[in-house]
Nanobody, 114 residues
C-alpha cells in the first residue's frame, strides 16, 4: 500500500525557518519527479517546488530564493527547506508526484505568525 507521510511543520515567526520532509512507503520514487504543494483553507492545492529524478528544480515565483527542494533516494524522502518565512506561507504542505498522483498524505501544517 502506497503511503506518503509529511513531517516537520510547525509554528514560527516571520523570518524563521522550517525543514519539511516527506517519506514514501510502498513506492520507490527514485526515478520520478517529486513535488511539494500547499493548500490554504477553501483553496486548491498549488505547486510550490519540484525536483526531477536528475535533480533539476523548479520553484513557484513567490518562494524562489527562500525555499530549497532536495531528495534522498536512498531514504525515499524529499525535503523542503523553507527560510525567510512569511505569513502568506501559512498553509498545509503536501508532497506527491505529478499526475497521476499517488494517494495524498495527511500533510503538515505550517503557520507563520508573530
Amino acid at each position: 500500500q502506497v503511503q506518503l507521510v509529511e513531517a516537520g511543520g510547525g509554528s514560527v515567526q516571520p523570518g524563521g525557518s522550517l525543514r519539511l520532509s516527506c517519506t514514501a512507503f510502498g513506492f520507490s520514487f527514485s526515478a520520478y519527479t517529486l513535488d511539494w504543494y500547499r493548500q490554504l483553507p477553501e483553496k486548491q492545492r498549488e505547486l510550490v517546488a519540484q525536483i526531477t529524478g536528475e535533480g533539476t528544480t523548479f520553484y513557484e515565483d513567490s518562494v524562489k530564493g527562500r525555499f530549497t527542494i532536495s531528495r534522498d533516494n536512498a531514504k525515499n524522502t524529499v525535503y523542503l527547506q523553507m527560510n525567510s518565512l512569511k505569513p502568506e506561507d501559512t498553509a498545509v504542505y503536501y508532497c506527491n508526484k505529478p499526475l497521476p498522483h499517488l494517494p495524498w498524505g495527511p500533510g503538515t501544517q505550517v503557520t507563520v505568525s508573530s
